[in-house]
Protein backbone atom coordinates (compact mmCIF):
# COMPACT_ATOMS: atom_id res chain seq x y z
CA UNK A 1 0.00 0.00 0.00
CA UNK A 2 2.82 2.10 0.52
CA UNK A 3 3.57 2.00 -3.39
CA UNK A 4 0.14 3.37 -4.08
CA UNK A 5 0.38 6.01 -0.87
CA UNK A 6 3.53 7.26 -3.42
CA UNK A 7 1.63 6.75 -6.76
CA UNK A 8 -1.30 8.60 -5.65
CA UNK A 9 1.21 11.74 -4.08
CA UNK A 10 2.81 11.95 -7.90
CA UNK A 11 -0.55 11.71 -9.49
CA UNK A 12 -1.92 14.45 -7.44
CA UNK A 13 1.28 16.63 -7.86
CA UNK A 14 1.21 16.05 -11.69
CA UNK A 15 -3.02 17.00 -11.67
CA UNK A 16 -2.73 19.93 -9.85
CA UNK A 17 -0.17 21.31 -12.42
CA UNK A 18 -2.42 19.82 -15.43
CA UNK A 19 -5.46 21.55 -13.66
CA UNK A 20 -4.87 24.26 -11.49
CA UNK A 21 -4.96 27.35 -13.62
CA UNK A 22 -4.53 25.88 -16.79
CA UNK A 23 -7.93 23.22 -17.64
CA UNK A 24 -10.14 25.49 -20.10
CA UNK A 25 -13.41 23.69 -18.32
CA UNK A 26 -14.61 21.33 -15.84
CA UNK A 27 -14.87 18.80 -18.65
CA UNK A 28 -11.54 18.88 -19.78
CA UNK A 29 -10.40 18.66 -16.01
CA UNK A 30 -12.09 15.88 -15.86
CA UNK A 31 -10.63 14.46 -18.87
CA UNK A 32 -7.39 14.86 -17.85
CA UNK A 33 -8.02 13.16 -14.45
CA UNK A 34 -9.52 10.40 -16.20
CA UNK A 35 -6.52 10.38 -18.24
CA UNK A 36 -3.55 10.65 -15.81
CA UNK A 37 -5.23 8.40 -12.89
CA UNK A 38 -6.10 5.68 -15.26
CA UNK A 39 -3.24 5.41 -17.14
CA UNK A 40 -1.29 5.51 -13.62
CA UNK A 41 -2.82 2.95 -11.95
CA UNK A 42 -2.74 -0.80 -13.34
CA UNK A 43 -5.47 -1.92 -11.39
CA UNK A 44 -8.32 -0.14 -12.96
CA UNK A 45 -10.23 -1.60 -15.20
CA UNK A 46 -12.49 2.07 -15.84
CA UNK A 47 -11.99 5.33 -14.61
CA UNK A 48 -14.07 7.97 -15.41
CA UNK A 49 -17.22 10.51 -14.14
CA UNK A 50 -20.91 10.54 -14.19
CA UNK A 51 -23.17 13.83 -14.55
CA UNK A 52 -25.89 14.26 -12.34
CA UNK A 53 -29.27 14.07 -14.46
CA UNK A 54 -31.56 14.67 -12.11
CA UNK A 55 -33.07 13.03 -9.15
CA UNK A 56 -32.57 9.46 -10.28
CA UNK A 57 -30.58 9.49 -13.10
CA UNK A 58 -26.81 9.84 -13.90
CA UNK A 59 -24.94 10.22 -17.89
CA UNK A 60 -21.42 9.47 -18.81
CA UNK A 61 -18.73 11.88 -18.78
CA UNK A 62 -15.20 11.80 -19.75
CA UNK A 63 -13.77 8.40 -19.32
CA UNK A 64 -11.19 5.82 -19.87
CA UNK A 65 -11.35 2.05 -20.14
CA UNK A 66 -13.89 -0.44 -21.71
CA UNK A 67 -17.19 1.34 -23.51
CA UNK A 68 -19.17 2.73 -20.03
CA UNK A 69 -23.19 2.27 -19.60
CA UNK A 70 -24.32 6.30 -20.75
CA UNK A 71 -26.99 6.24 -18.56
CA UNK A 72 -27.36 5.26 -14.74
CA UNK A 73 -31.20 4.88 -13.87
CA UNK A 74 -32.81 3.93 -10.54
CA UNK A 75 -29.97 2.10 -8.83
CA UNK A 76 -26.24 1.44 -8.07
CA UNK A 77 -23.02 2.64 -7.04
CA UNK A 78 -23.02 5.96 -8.24
CA UNK A 79 -26.68 7.23 -8.00
CA UNK A 80 -25.59 5.83 -4.31
CA UNK A 81 -23.29 8.51 -3.72
CA UNK A 82 -24.97 10.85 -5.90
CA UNK A 83 -27.83 10.89 -3.22
CA UNK A 84 -25.89 10.71 0.00
CA UNK A 85 -23.57 13.01 -0.64
CA UNK A 86 -20.62 10.04 0.72
CA UNK A 87 -18.20 8.21 -0.96
CA UNK A 88 -18.80 4.64 -1.33
CA UNK A 89 -15.89 1.67 -1.27
CA UNK A 90 -17.63 -1.89 -2.73
CA UNK A 91 -15.66 -4.65 -2.05
CA UNK A 92 -17.28 -6.80 -4.19
CA UNK A 93 -19.79 -5.07 -5.98
CA UNK A 94 -22.06 -8.50 -6.72
CA UNK A 95 -23.05 -8.17 -3.01
CA UNK A 96 -23.95 -4.37 -3.73
CA UNK A 97 -27.49 -4.63 -3.84
CA UNK A 98 -28.74 -2.94 -7.19
CA UNK A 99 -25.51 -2.56 -8.41
CA UNK A 100 -25.58 -2.39 -12.35
CA UNK A 101 -22.94 -4.16 -14.16
CA UNK A 102 -21.75 -1.60 -16.93
CA UNK A 103 -18.54 -4.14 -17.61
CA UNK A 104 -18.53 -7.69 -15.84
CA UNK A 105 -15.41 -7.89 -15.49
CA UNK A 106 -15.73 -5.30 -13.19
CA UNK A 107 -15.43 -6.95 -8.85
CA UNK A 108 -14.52 -3.72 -6.80
CA UNK A 109 -15.57 0.00 -6.81
CA UNK A 110 -14.98 3.31 -5.51
CA UNK A 111 -17.53 6.27 -5.85
CA UNK A 112 -16.49 9.96 -4.75
CA UNK A 113 -18.85 12.86 -5.24
CA UNK A 114 -17.92 15.94 -6.86
CA UNK A 115 -20.11 18.68 -4.80
CA UNK A 116 -21.54 22.31 -5.67
CA UNK A 117 -22.40 24.16 -3.16
CA UNK A 118 -22.71 21.20 -0.68
CA UNK A 119 -24.96 19.00 -3.70
CA UNK A 120 -23.71 16.57 -5.89
CA UNK A 121 -23.10 17.64 -9.33
CA UNK A 122 -21.03 14.28 -10.70
CA UNK A 123 -19.24 10.88 -9.22
CA UNK A 124 -15.85 9.61 -10.35
CA UNK A 125 -16.33 6.06 -10.73
CA UNK A 126 -13.45 3.95 -10.31
CA UNK A 127 -13.93 -0.04 -11.11
CA UNK A 128 -11.06 -2.69 -10.36
CA UNK A 129 -10.84 -6.30 -11.87
CA UNK A 130 -9.93 -7.81 -8.58
CA UNK A 131 -11.96 -7.71 -5.60
CA UNK A 132 -11.16 -5.39 -2.61
CA UNK A 133 -9.09 -2.83 -4.41
CA UNK A 134 -9.93 0.20 -2.49
CA UNK A 135 -10.42 1.38 0.94
CA UNK A 136 -9.67 4.48 3.28
CA UNK A 137 -6.61 5.84 1.46
CA UNK A 138 -8.17 5.52 -1.77
CA UNK A 139 -10.61 7.26 -0.57
CA UNK A 140 -8.80 10.20 0.97
CA UNK A 141 -6.35 10.67 -2.00
CA UNK A 142 -9.36 10.46 -4.34
CA UNK A 143 -10.91 13.21 -2.33
CA UNK A 144 -7.82 15.04 -3.20
CA UNK A 145 -7.92 15.18 -6.61
CA UNK A 146 -11.54 15.25 -7.36
CA UNK A 147 -11.32 18.70 -5.10
CA UNK A 148 -8.90 19.97 -7.67
CA UNK A 149 -11.96 20.85 -9.84
CA UNK A 150 -14.17 22.39 -7.42
CA UNK A 151 -12.63 25.89 -9.32
CA UNK A 152 -14.09 24.83 -12.22
CA UNK A 153 -17.47 24.57 -10.93
CA UNK A 154 -17.98 28.04 -11.20
CA UNK A 155 -17.44 27.67 -15.08
CA UNK A 156 -20.41 25.08 -14.97
Do not use: N
Amino acid sequence: MLHREAQYERITAQLEALIAGVSPSLVAAMATVCAVVHAKMPHHLWTGFYFVAGVDELHVGPYQGPIACQVLKGRGVCLHVARTGDPAVVGDVSAFPGHIACDPRAKSEVVIPLKKGGRVVAVLDIDARELDQFGPADVAHLERIVALLEPLLDKV
